[in-house]
């Protein structure tokens, strides 16, 4: 059953399809992430959020080597199955820059940027 329905998703060129992770508690979004047929099955099978990283072109799960994990709570593909949005109970930092969420960075209306979170943790 679940290989019909990672065969009915619409990847990309490259075969990804984009995640984008929420706090399951708060809504807060804490990262946009790629995802390959492999990654979504093990995405919903085991409960972790897992991802393919295309800077490294390797399968990862998120909080593997840092230790800030994203225990899946919900998912949802979206009308044309080509997005997923992933809810989660984060822990610790989501960025790999050790911000809670990778949107840290606030944007004014002349381009100019504040950061407006605290860094939990030193890069990882």
Known sequence: MI??????LKYDKDGLIPGVV??????????????NKDAVRETLTS?????WSRSRQTFWIKGETSGNIQKVKEVYVDCDKD?????VEQTGAACHEGYRSCFFRKVDSEGN????LKKLMDSY
Not at 47 to 51: E, H, K, L
């Open 22 to 35: 929420q706090d399951a508690d708060n809504g807060d979004v804490l990262m946009v992430a790629y995802m």
């Open 83 to 87: 997005c997923f949005v992933i809810k």
């Open 113 to 116: 940027t504040t950061i407006v």
């Open 3 to 8: 290989e019909q329905f990672l065969d009915g």
């Open 47 to 51: 409960g972790r959020a897992c991802f």
